[in-house]
């Protein structure tokens, strides 16, 4: 997708709560128009703090946030182009399925001729075509859902903010209404910016995920950027399965590092890191591969401790001397490791050196000294 305007800035946004909770930390953040960007992490990181510090609702305690470069915090919530799902539903209960989505217009004074045939196309786009007559107590979860976000999308807002909105959903409704907002989103071409805890419907939908750990933004980027090249140990860990192998930093060159770690020593194509430094290595299971006889720049030695058939994925898990598990995937057909011992190693490229003193690390550090 070309990358062309940016219509949501956040420029070293802090929020601090009760003086001393700082919960969102230097954040800075572009979203382009039309991009479906979720922000993830897990559970009292600061997502929805920074969501609703998008929405207006809250103000930060530092730094700017603007919406096609006007600053939200001069508009007053009703003027701007932003609109919010929650995840509770928050349909008004003694309003029909039409009166829930035709609010917002008639808030407007839109032409009553104009809200009938705006809301109609909304419920069909939702799906939802046959319901309007219906209140939100005779509708099922998933419904209820696609009311608020016909309600919301009804003013045709730039940017829509969704808060886990599928968090109440069972998981097969949860998946179906997982496309259906995507490809709303396309149709429709808002940005959208999502949040969730669920890795799974971070990858699935979105064009950019923006992961969040303790108040700070550790890394934007596709899908496959942050599966592929992870740049924290944070994210290695957070997004998929991975194994980590922590060491020090013995020699560098050009393009290649050294790192010892206490099953032996891995080479890694990688720059920008010291000697001594203290490091993790992650490689993902599927890229494990294993050797009767040593490779070349890899010396770590394992034994096979059990193989598992889950579906269509094999798993070995091998033991490093140290009792480190390893773990070891591959596709229904291929081959896995036979019992007893194996050397393994990675293509170059597949073993992502990771910092292991990262911004968290240092916050800790920096905490401490203040307590
Ligand atoms: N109004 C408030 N006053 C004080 N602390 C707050 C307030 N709102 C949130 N917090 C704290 O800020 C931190 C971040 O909360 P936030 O709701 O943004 O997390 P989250 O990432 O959305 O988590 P979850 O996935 O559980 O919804 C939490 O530690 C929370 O307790
Ligand atoms: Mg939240």
New binding site residues.
């Given amino acids: 997708m070309e990358r062309e305007k940016v219509i949501v800035e956040l420029k070293n946004v802090n929020?601090v709560?009760?003086g001393s909770?700082h919960?969102?930390r230097d954040l800075n953040l572009e979203v382009y128009e039309g991009e479906f960007l979720t922000?993830l992490?897990?559970?009292?990181?600061?997502?929805?703090?920074?969501?609703?510090m998008i929405a207006g609702f809250?103000e930060p305690t530092g730094g700017t946030i603007t919406v096609e470069g006007e600053s939200v915090s001069e508009k007053e919530p009703f003027e701007r182009d932003v609109n919010t799902v929650f995840?509770s539903y928050a349909l008004f209960p003694h309003m029909t399925v039409f009166d829930n989505v035709a609010y917002g217009l008639r808030m407007k004074k839109t032409a009553k001729g104009e809200i009938k045939e705006r809301v109609m196309h909304m419920l069909e786009l939702v799906q939802l075509g046959g319901f309007e007559r219906r209140y939100p107590s005779q509708l099922s979860g998933g419904q209820k859902q696609r009311v608020a976000i016909a309600r919301a999308l009804i003013n045709r807002p730039k940017v829509l903010l969704l808060?886990?909105p599928l968090g109440a959903l069972d998981l097969k409704l949860r998946k179906q209404m997982q496309m259906e907002l995507k490809r709303l989103q396309r149709k429709l071409n808002i940005t959208f910016i999502y949040?969730t805890?669920d890795q799974e419907e971070a990858l699935t939908m979105s064009d950019r995920i923006a992961i969040?750990n303790e108040?700070v933004l550790e890394q934007v980027g596709t899908p496959t950027e942050i599966y592929e090249a992870p740049a924290t140990r944070f994210v290695a860990t957070f997004i998929g399965e991975t194994n980590l192998f922590e060491g020090c930093v013995k020699e560098t060159s050009a393009h290649h590092v050294s790192v010892v770690v206490e099953s032996g020593e891995l080479r890694c194509r990688a720059q920008g890191f010291e000697k001594g430094e203290m490091v993790a290595i992650s490689v993902r299971p599927e890229r494990m591969k294993y050797s009767a006889e040593p490779v070349e720049g890899y010396s770590v030695r394992a034994r096979v401790k059990e193989t598992v058939y889950v579906g269509s994925v094999l798993k070995a898990i091998v033991v490093l001397p140290n009792g480190n598990e390893i773990k070891i995937e591959r596709l229904a057909g291929q081959k896995l490791p036979p019992d007893g011992e194996v050397y393994i190693y990675w293509d170059n490229g597949d073993g992502k050196l990771l910092h292991l003193m990262d911004q968290v690390f240092y916050r800790t550090i920096e905490s401490v000294k203040l307590a």
């Fill in positions: 929020k709560y009760g909770n919960v969102v922000l992490g897990s559970s009292g990181c600061g997502k929805t703090t920074t969501l609703r809250e995840q808060d886990e949040v805890h969040m108040g």
